[in-house]
């Protein structure tokens, strides 16, 4: 059974920094394309970065140059490096997994807030 586990939220003032890491159960991420996403009540859920199983990323405009998207593979762990965060980071953020058969896996999603 595949499972995603994400962790590293919290509150944070603007301008700060925080690392989520998702670890998992049943997929190895150097061989599937693994992603964080983000939600806010009422919007849908966007997608923030991705990797690929050969290491390519990328981006959403709004995040490029303040988040990267980062795995290491002896650990089976994907993160997520956030810096300058903004009031506009705010969001549950989401784990997910794509397998080679087009499977989707979602984590249970992490809260991030950025206030002072």
């Known amino acids: 059974q595949v499972q995603l586990v994400e962790s590293g939220g919290g509150l944070v003032q603007p301008g700060g920094s925080l690392r989520l890491s998702c670890a998992s159960s049943?997929?190895?991420?150097?061989?599937?394309?693994t992603a964080w996403y983000r939600q806010t009540p009422g919007k849908e859920r966007e997608l923030v970065a991705a990797?690929?199983?050969?290491?390519?990323?990328n981006y959403l405009d709004s995040v490029k140059g303040r988040f990267t998207i980062s795995r290491d593979d002896a650990k089976n762990a994907v993160y997520l490096q956030m810096n300058s965060l903004k009031p506009e980071d705010t969001a549950v953020y989401y784990c997910?997994?794509?397998?080679?058969?087009?499977?989707?896996?979602w984590g249970q999603g992490t809260q991030v807030t950025v206030s002072s």
């Open positions: 997910n997994a794509i397998k080679y058969t087009g499977a989707s896996y």
């Open positions: 990797i690929r199983s050969g290491g390519s990323t």
């Open positions: 049943g997929i190895i991420f150097s061989l599937e394309t």
